[in-house]
Nanobody
Framework: QVKLVESGGGLVQAGGSLRLSCAASGSISSSYAMGWYRQAPGKLRELVAR???????NYADSVKGRFTISRDNAKNTVYLQMNSLRPEDTAVYYC???????WGQGTQVTVSS
């Protein structure tokens, strides 16, 4: 019922920035908590950032102060602004809607050094 499509990934040099977008076919109103996850080769998928139905945000310690999650409910889109990127940020990034457990297909982020 809900389709999530990530975009904005790519190759960027260390210290650079990217903004990921997650476009939803269904509502991402404040009723739904949304999150960004990432998975690097050989590692478990990990939570990167989360925005709750009340608007509160949480970040993994590894990205705190560098990444910002936001949402535009009118556009049914969630964003992940990534600044000061490091090679360790290289991973496939996935958008997730907690209600219903919906996942996007993922977008590759590669940070070169």
């Amino acid at each position: 019922q809900v389709k999530l499509v990530e975009s904005g990934g790519g190759l960027v040099q260390a210290g650079g920035s990217l903004r990921l977008s997650c476009a939803a076919s269904g509502s991402i109103s404040s009723s739904y908590a949304m999150g960004w996850y990432r998975q690097a080769p050989g590692k478990l998928r990990e939570l990167v950032a989360r925005i709750s139905s009340s608007g509160s945000t949480n970040y993994a310690d590894s990205v705190k102060g560098r990444f910002t999650i936001s949402r535009d409910n009118a556009k049914n889109t969630v964003y992940l602004q990534m600044n000061s990127l490091r090679p360790e940020d290289t991973a496939v990034y996935y958008c997730h809607r907690e209600a219903g457990g919906y996942w996007g297909q993922g977008t590759q982020v590669t940070v070169s050094s």
